[in-house]
T-cell receptor
Framework: GESVGLHLPTLSVQEGDNSIINCAYS??????FIWYKQESGKGPQFIID?????DKRQGQRVTVLLNKTVKHLSLQIAATQPGDSAVYFC??????????????FGQGTILTVHP | DAGVTQSPTHLIKTRGQQVTLRCSPI?????VSWYQQVLGQGPQFIFQ???????GRGNFPDRFSARQFPNYSSELNVNALLLGDSALYLC?????????????FGSGTRLTVV
């Protein structure tokens, strides 16, 4: 199966700084990863995903980097805003597959953005 | 369009009781997944349903069961509640189980067992 974990439980940044949230995974056969944002009282919200045939993918203010050699991925948020304050999870399909519907999540990193 | 709707939003039950949680997927979505999120942790997969059939089950005891109806809505049932069942229960829906279709999560049902 797959397990994912995060290096830091909390991250505190100043508004305008760049944020980097890290995640490690265990199954070298995993070929699909997703980052979610969860605000208080809400369900996880899709941010960005990446497949193993890529090492970088960019979205609006977010970039995900995948290093298959060390089984590590990171989420970079540019010009972090107070609205980015939330818990961020990395997730991967259970059993190393590519189905969205059966995911394993890490514990999460709490991002706090100070004005 | 309405998102994934879950009911109730909050629920308090006593140990040993039974509970039913409900999920209405986004219109047109045929696949529903259920997750349990204990406070301070990431969601943990419980069940996946597609076209009314179970397509996956996580590492949960038989006290947990679910079903999907012809209109693609779903129910999660938990029998003989334990204090450890206190959690946020999330439902997510998608058009299909295919990998290029994303799942949208609801806001969850907060279950407290006392």
């Amino acid at each position: 199966g797959e397990s994912v974990g995060l290096h830091l439980p909390t991250l505190s940044v100043q508004e305008g700084d760049n944020s980097i949230i890290n995640c490690a995974y265990s199954n070298s056969a995993s070929d699909y990863f997703i980052w979610y944002k969860q605000e208080s009282g809400k369900g996880p919200q899709f941010i960005i995903d990446i497949r193993s045939n890529m090492d970088k993918r960019q979205g609006q203010r977010v970039t995900v980097l995948l290093n298959k050699t060390v089984k590590h991925l990171s989420l970079q948020i540019a010009a972090t805003q107070p609205g980015d304050s939330a818990v961020y999870f990395c997730a991967a399909p259970l059993a190393g597959g590519t189905s969205y519907g059966k995911l394993t999540f890490g514990q999460g990193t709490i991002l706090t953005v100070h004005p | 369009d309405a998102g994934v709707t879950q009911s109730p939003t909050h629920l308090i039950k006593t140990r040993g009781q039974q509970v039913t949680l409900r999920c209405s997927p986004i219109s047109g979505h045929k696949s529903v997944s259920w997750y349990q999120q204990v406070l301070g942790q990431g969601p943990q997969f419980i069940f996946q349903y597609y076209e009314k059939e179970e397509r996956g089950r996580g590492n949960f005891p038989d006290r947990f069961s679910a079903r999907q109806f012809p209109n693609y809505s779903s129910e999660l049932n938990v029998n003989a509640l334990l204090l450890g069942d206190s959690a946020l229960y999330l439902c997510a829906s998608s058009l299909s189980t295919a990998t290029n279709y994303g799942y949208t999560f609801g806001s969850g049902t907060r279950l407290t067992v006392v």
